[in-house]
């Protein structure tokens, strides 16, 4: 980690010890040194297709079967894929902070669950669970292989992933939870997220302006929008800087993935 981050570390964990409450808002980048593709880095193609075209009710009702392929493809992956050092690093601050944390997810890959982060609002669903649309049937389908057009067990209609495409609505109580934790932090981190999808990343500003004037950090590889609302900037992979800081704190990380 550069020297110039040190300084910036010390005054992280300074803010972290005296922080009441906790709120942090996680995107792809949480998951990259887990070897789960982020979205932006690559040109946001995936087969040639635009993810906002991928990722909609419209891109799945024109062709289901390419979008079931894009959600069966990384399934797939998230079969070989496990919990980094971050993720760890984000169960333990709750851990420490029970009660006091909250941690609201745009990824839909699972990796906080299975790191132990309860406290956890999935803003864009989950992509082990499926929905089916007639009779609203939701089924947690783990990551295994499923048909080509996977159907409801209980009605026989076209099932879909549970997840949020772009230009639909987020589940309601999910997003009023979100605010909430928002509205009430003194302290906001945004990790690994390029905070260009609304409205998850208008929990940062929400944050920046709550009553207890949360400060902000950004943990991320790059610049990205959030930096201007950011207080600190820690740039690094959160993988490594997660658990520096929770190594500031005292705090010693359970790094063993539960199989
Ligand atoms: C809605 C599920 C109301 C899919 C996702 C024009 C302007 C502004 C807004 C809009 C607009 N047109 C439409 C909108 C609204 C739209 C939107 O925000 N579009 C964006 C693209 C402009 N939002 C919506 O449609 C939302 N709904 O608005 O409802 C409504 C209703 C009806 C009609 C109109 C409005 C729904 C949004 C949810 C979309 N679903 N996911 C799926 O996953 O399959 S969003 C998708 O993007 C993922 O969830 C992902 O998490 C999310 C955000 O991306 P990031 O997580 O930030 O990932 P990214 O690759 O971008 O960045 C990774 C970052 O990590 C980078 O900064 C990188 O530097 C960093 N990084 C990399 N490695 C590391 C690292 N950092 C640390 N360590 C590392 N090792
Ligand atoms: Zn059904």
Same mark, same amino acid.
């Given at each position: 980690? $550069?020297? @110039?981050?040190?300084e910036l570390?010390?005054?992280a964990? /300074? ?14 980048g949480?998951?990259a040194e ?17 993810i906002?075209e ?9 062709n ?11 399934r ?11 993720h ?18 745009q ?10 982060n309860?406290?956890?609002l999935?803003?864009h ?16 389908q783990?990551?295994t292989?499923l ?10 209609? @076209?099932?879909?992933p549970?997840i949020?495409?772009?230009?639909? @609505?987020?589940?309601?109580?999910v ?9 009430q932090?003194?302290?906001f981190?945004?990790?690994g997220?390029?905070?260009?999808v609304?409205?998850?990343a ?5 944050a920046?302006?709550? $009553? ?8 991320? @590889?790059? /610049?990205?929008?959030?930096s ?8 690094g992979?959160?993988? /490594? ?9 005292g ?9």
């Amino acid at each position: 980690m $550069s020297p @110039m981050n040190q300084e910036l570390l010390d005054q992280a964990a /300074e803010w972290t010890r005296a922080a009441d409450r906790i709120a942090v808002l996680t995107g792809a980048g949480v998951s990259a040194e887990s070897g789960v593709p982020t979205f932006r880095a690559s040109d946001g193609l995936w087969e040639g297709h635009r993810i906002e075209e991928v990722a909609t009710p419209f891109g799945f009702a024109e062709n289901p079967e390419l979008v079931w392929n894009f959600y069966k493809l990384r399934r797939a992956n998230l079969r070989k894929v496990r919990p980094n050092p971050g993720h760890h690093a984000l169960a333990k601050l709750e851990s420490e902070w029970d009660g006091r944390f909250t941690l609201i997810t745009q990824n839909v890959d699972g990796l906080h669950r299975a790191a132990g982060n309860a406290n956890l609002l999935e803003l864009h669903g989950n992509i082990r669970r499926t929905r089916c649309p007639n009779c609203g049937d939701l089924r947690d389908q783990g990551l295994t292989e499923l048909p080509a057009l996977p159907e409801c067990q209980l009605c026989g209609s @076209m099932i879909r992933p549970d997840i949020v495409w772009f230009g639909e @609505m987020l589940d309601p109580e999910v997003w009023t939870s979100a605010e909430e934790a928002a509205d009430q932090c003194d302290l906001f981190f945004v990790v690994g997220t390029s905070a260009v999808v609304y409205p998850a990343a208008g929990l940062i500003s929400l944050a920046k302006s709550n $009553s207890q004037r949360a400060k902000v950090i950004e943990v991320n @590889m790059t /610049e990205t929008e959030a930096s201007r609302q950011a207080d600190i900037g820690l740039y690094g992979p959160s993988g /490594e800087v997660l658990p520096a800081l929770c190594e500031r704190l005292g705090l010693t990380l359970n790094l063993v993935n539960p199989d």
